[in-house]
């Protein structure tokens, strides 16, 4: 073999290998944001419901009468049952890398954490895990978000 067609391990890589790996590191950042957002939307669909089945159940069981509070109650429940469906419901087209998959998985997941956030203090079990899934999900969003845009800028 000829010493002169071997690459030399000391010069940097070319710019089609950096944009390859670049490419890569994209891909695997919107994996990563399906993965999260699968995760956000099973936690939140499944704890929410639990928490639907619990207040009817009680409002049943204790012959409560249908007032502001129980309303909010179940209000609460369906839009974060709410919240996680969307999030599942954007997992195919995140993992695709489509923009309309980012929307519905961001949309889903602010609504989750601007839901549970008021209610840390007067529900500490359940609302800070949904404020912390939520706040994760939402900074892994951003950063698949800015390193699309980053290749966008870098193709032109």
């Given at each position: 073999?000829?010493?002169?067609?071997?690459?030399?391990?000391?010069?940097?890589?070319?710019?089609?290998?950096?944009?390859?790996?670049?490419?890569?590191?994209?891909?695997?950042?919107?994996?990563?944001?399906?993965?999260?957002?699968?995760?956000?939307?099973?936690?939140?669909?499944?704890f929410?419901?639990?928490?639907?089945?619990?207040?009817?159940?009680?409002?049943?069981?204790?012959?409560?009468?249908?007032?502001?509070?129980?309303?909010?109650?179940?209000?609460?429940g369906?839009?974060?049952?709410?919240?996680?469906?969307?999030?599942?419901?954007?997992?195919?087209?995140?993992?695709?890398?489509?923009?309309?998959?980012?929307?519905?998985?961001?949309?889903?997941?602010?609504?989750?954490?601007?839901?549970?956030?008021?209610?840390?203090?007067?529900?500490?079990?359940?609302?800070?895990?949904?404020?912390?899934?939520?706040?994760?999900?939402?900074?892994?969003?951003?950063?698949?978000?800015?390193?699309a845009?980053?290749?966008?800028?870098?193709?032109?």
């Amino acid at each position: 073999m000829d010493r002169q067609s071997e690459p030399d391990p000391s010069s940097p890589p070319a710019a089609s290998e950096l944009d390859a790996g670049f490419s890569k590191l994209v891909a695997g950042f919107w994996k990563l944001a399906a993965g999260m957002t699968l995760f956000v939307g099973v936690f939140t669909t499944i704890f929410a419901s639990a928490h639907l089945q619990g207040v009817m159940q009680t409002a049943i069981t204790k012959g409560y009468a249908y007032d502001f509070r129980l309303a909010a109650l179940l209000i609460v429940g369906m839009t974060m049952v709410a919240a996680g469906v969307l999030c599942i419901a954007a997992v195919r087209e995140l993992a695709r890398g489509h923009r309309i998959g980012w929307e519905r998985a961001f949309y889903g997941t602010a609504w989750l954490v601007l839901i549970a956030m008021p209610l840390e203090p007067i529900q500490p079990g359940l609302a800070p895990a949904f404020t912390f899934v939520g706040g994760l999900n939402l900074v892994v969003l951003l950063v698949v978000v800015v390193l699309a845009a980053l290749r966008r800028l870098a193709r032109s």
